[in-house]
């Protein structure tokens, strides 16, 4: 998979949003960017991790076997 860089007016098509919300994305969520000039272009890679952040694993509702919870006085 090639990783491109997108430009604000991409990202802003692919998010739904208007320009300058897409600029406050860009500028001010954390992302790495590249500003070129006056331009600032993100890797697309970068923007998915952004979006999906990976999920916490989830602990068992249960430490201990069921026995052990049933025997206690």
């Not at 919300?21 to 970068?46: F, H, M, N, P, W």
């Amino acid at each position: 998979m090639k990783d491109t860089y997108l430009t604000v007016k991409e990202i802003a098509e692919l998010l739904k949003i208007s320009y300058d919300s897409a600029l406050d994305v860009v500028k001010y969520s954390g992302v790495e960017y590249v500003q070129i000039g006056r331009q600032y272009r993100v890797l697309e890679s970068k923007l998915h991790a952004l979006l999906n952040p990976p999920q916490p694993k989830k602990k068992p509702l249960r430490s201990r076997p069921i026995y052990q919870i049933v025997e206690r006085k």
